[in-house]
């Protein structure tokens, strides 16, 4: 019965074991993700060579031109080429994503790892301002700060800022709380180590992996976000070429034009669709734990 027992521990231990690169290598969805991310980059990158024309130059004698070959996702009410602007928005919103994550990932590492290793009033402290961020809807937050310090690209990337760092504190502290127990921990206390080395040399390191996949998530649910603030007219205004500003301007002209408003919402999808695939690949690829933490966020 012993042999049995500890045949069954080995299969349910190498159940949980992390898939690692083969996993990867055998992920439809993962593979998909990376693909369309890759894509996009490179479309951002090269978009003057892609699309030679100006993404805010007027051309009314070809306004609400349909798609053809010399404008594969037609012309806007003003002549402009859909395609370059999809190209120029393409930057915007991966570089303000790119800002707002990193902004968010620094806040919520640090404050998280304050409150999981200091504890006692300052973790009480901490957490309940976290709390406090997520029981608002952090859209909704994000509309009201961003309602109080006007309509910009700059304002609607301070908004975002400051609503999504929550669950980089959460994620972080909790992985901070069963580390700092761990006997690497103590060892550094016994040798007298102090707790600013403790903190970033030995608990820092170890919530790095978690603390990227939620930061590869947290890329589409920024997108999103800044399409829909741009939408409602509080992001980047005409004539920038903003995914969320070119639904807006299209949808006026949904009947007659149908690709103002298909192409830009195309692109969202899909940029959201990769990133999200490709954080649930790199989460399937670390524990069963972390993926666990993961989701409860």
């Given at each position: 019965m012993s042999d049995r027992t500890a045949d069954r521990r080995k299969q349910q231990e190498a159940t949980k074991q992390p898939r690692g690169t083969d996993g990867l290598a055998t992920d439809r969805l993962g593979q998909f993700g990376i693909g369309v991310v890759l894509t996009l980059l490179v479309l951002a990158a090269l978009g003057p060579v892609v699309s030679p024309y100006d993404p805010v130059e007027q051309d009314l004698s070809n306004r609400l031109e349909s798609p053809s070959l010399s404008h594969p996702f037609g012309t806007d009410q003003l002549g402009r080429d859909v395609l370059t602007r999809l190209l120029h928005g393409a930057r915007f919103s991966l570089g303000i994503a790119v800002a707002v994550t990193t902004v968010r990932l620094i806040m919520g590492t640090a404050v998280g790892l304050l409150a999981g290793y200091a504890g006692g009033w300052i973790d009480e402290t901490l957490m309940?301002?976290?709390?406090?961020?997520?029981?608002?809807?952090?859209?909704?937050?994000?509309?009201?700060?961003?309602?109080?310090?006007?309509?910009?690209?700059?304002?609607?990337?301070?908004?975002?800022?400051?609503?999504?760092?929550?669950?980089?504190?959460?994620?972080?502290?909790?992985?901070?709380?069963?580390?700092?127990?761990?006997?690497?921990?103590?060892?550094?206390?016994?040798?007298?180590?102090?707790?600013?080395?403790?903190?970033t040399r030995h608990l820092?390191?170890?919530?790095?992996?978690?603390?990227?996949?939620?930061?590869?998530?947290?890329?589409?649910?920024?997108?999103?976000?800044?399409?829909?603030?741009?939408?409602?007219?509080?992001?980047?205004?005409?004539?920038?070429?903003?995914?969320?500003?070119?639904?807006?301007?299209?949808?006026?002209?949904?009947?007659?034009?149908?690709?103002?408003?298909?192409?830009?919402?195309?692109?969202?999808?899909?940029?959201?669709?990769?990133?999200?695939?490709?954080?649930?690949?790199?989460?399937?690829?670390?524990?069963?734990?972390?993926?666990a933490q993961m989701e409860e966020l």
């Open positions: 309940r301002l976290v709390d406090t961020l997520l029981a608002f809807p952090g859209i909704v937050l994000a509309l009201v700060i961003a309602g109080i310090l006007g309509p910009s690209l700059v304002n609607v990337m301070l908004a975002l800022s400051v609503v999504g760092w929550a669950s980089y504190a959460r994620l972080v502290r909790s992985n901070v709380l069963s580390l700092r127990e761990r006997e690497f921990v103590s060892a550094a206390r016994l040798l007298g180590r102090s707790r600013t080395h403790i903190a820092l390191p170890n919530v790095v992996a978690p603390v990227v996949v939620l930061a590869t998530l947290d890329i589409g649910s920024v997108i999103l976000g800044t399409a829909g603030l741009s939408f409602l007219g509080l992001g980047a205004q005409p004539p920038t070429p903003e995914w969320g500003t070119m639904l807006a301007s299209g949808r006026s002209y949904l009947r007659q034009a149908w690709w103002l408003v298909n192409a830009p919402g195309l692109c969202i999808m899909l940029t959201v669709l990769g990133f999200n695939l490709l954080g649930d690949s790199l989460r399937d690829m670390l524990s069963p734990t972390q993926t």
